[in-house]
């Protein structure tokens, strides 16, 4: 429990751990400091803290989370954590995350992403983020979860991208050992700017991987900046990669001026996409790509806050998950970057709800619906769907 909470629990008497919105996420801890003062003066009650019946019905549905960054997952208690292990870095709380009401530009939320870099450089620490990650999802009501991580080398520590990509299976297996009730599956990421030899090179260690993972590594992500590199450099590694039975999830048209690059890619077919925030053609998408995504049934992840957040969607109400859910084209709820973006995936399917009027048992539905999308095999799909019927 994070130590305000603990001041929350003996300054009100409160027993009841559950009774705290612990899980939540970090926006709510910036609006700790004034609750407290606001309870220290008796001006509001304890039971503002409790979790409503709304939140408990989204923390207990069962989820499917298949677009989840690694490092942008890292939770404000394993930030704690590493920045306690590297004090000489002078990293703050607010260089990793960006809280509610919060706008940064997508260049912005990069410059995020290479803070955490600094702060996880060894394999301790990504054996740590990667367990913390996971128990956190499991924590949240997520039953099946697909990571995606570039593999890192640090010369100065002496991490290598193999080492990177095997720390990562095994808090997966030690996850599974201890019991936590989540299957984790892992999607090794190409990052765009690095090009087609670095691509290439990854495609081979991910195969490598898939071969000796006990089924663990599933596929390969692309992602990276959106606005550097181009995918037509990447179309080998990413054919290869096809051709060796590895699933691809690509973010595509993250930004408006891609529709070329996504186009191309379309042609692959990629497996799932990831945002795809400008390929219907009411956000300026082509009848071309469009109709590819629909012709393929390409399941789209779709990330409400990191989108809102990024602002390349203006607001939650004008999110293109509107347009693909009234289509009735697989479209599967995602945190995307849940530490860096303050929410959880219980807190993703309550927007959605409450954005675009869903009932419960349609969200139940979408929920189920996210199982067809995963990567693992047909026999982990059937066990699941058998799981939540
Ligand atoms: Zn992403």
Redesign the pocket.
């Known amino acids: 429990m994070h130590r305000r909470c603990c001041f929350f629990v003996a300054l009100c008497g409160a027993t009841q751990k559950s009774a705290l919105k612990t899980e939540a996420g970090c926006d709510r801890r910036f609006e700790n400091s004034l609750l407290r003062d606001l309870l220290t003066q008796n001006l509001i009650c304890f039971d503002f803290m409790m979790d409503t019946e709304a939140d408990v019905f989204y923390r207990e549905l069962p989820k499917v989370e298949l677009?989840a960054?690694l490092n942008?997952s890292v939770s404000f208690e394993t930030i704690e954590k590493l920045i306690g292990r590297k004090p000489h870095l002078n990293i703050e709380h607010g260089m990793t995350a960006i809280g509610k009401g919060q706008r940064r530009t997508l260049d912005e939320c990069f410059q995020v992403f290479k803070v955490i870099h600094q702060l996880v450089d060894t394999e301790e620490d990504i054996l740590m983020v990667a367990t913390d990650v996971i128990k956190e999802f499991a924590a949240d009501g997520v039953k099946y979860l697909e990571l995606?991580s570039t593999p890192r080398e640090e010369k100065s520590t002496g991490l290598t991208k193999k080492r990177y990509i095997e720390t990562v299976i095994k808090a997966i297996q030690q996850c599974k050992n201890e019991g936590v009730d989540i299957d984790v599956r892992f999607l090794v990421a190409i990052d765009r700017r690095n090009g087609t030899e670095v691509a290439v090179e990854t495609v081979k260690l991910a195969k490598e991987f898939m071969r000796s993972s006990d089924g663990l590594v599933v596929g390969i992500?692309l992602?990276g900046d959106p606005t550097v590199g181009h995918g037509k450099d990447l179309l080998p590694a990413l054919q290869m990669a096809k051709n060796c039975g590895l699933k691809l999830s690509l973010?595509l048209s993250?930004i408006q001026s891609q529709l070329e690059e996504s186009d191309l890619l379309l042609d692959l077919p990629p497996d799932r996409i990831?945002?795809g925030t400008f390929l219907h053609p009411e956000m300026g998408g082509s009848p071309s790509v469009f109709d590819k995504v629909v012709k393929n049934n390409i399941p789209l992840?779709l990330?409400l806050t990191?989108n809102v957040k990024g602002q390349t969607v203006p607001s939650y109400s004008k999110h293109h998950f509107k347009y693909w859910y009234q289509l009735g084209h697989p479209s599967v709820i995602?945190t995307?970057?849940k530490g860096v973006f303050c929410t959880d995936l219980s807190q993703e399917y309550q927007l959605a709800a409450s954005t675009f009027g869903l009932s419960r048992e349609a969200v139940w539905e979408l929920s189920q619906q996210a199982i067809d999308c995963i990567f693992a095999p047909d026999a982990v799909k059937a066990a699941a769907q058998t799981e939540v019927d």
């Open positions: 677009h960054h942008g995606r992500d992602s973010h993250e990831g945002h992840e990330c990191s995602c995307d970057d």
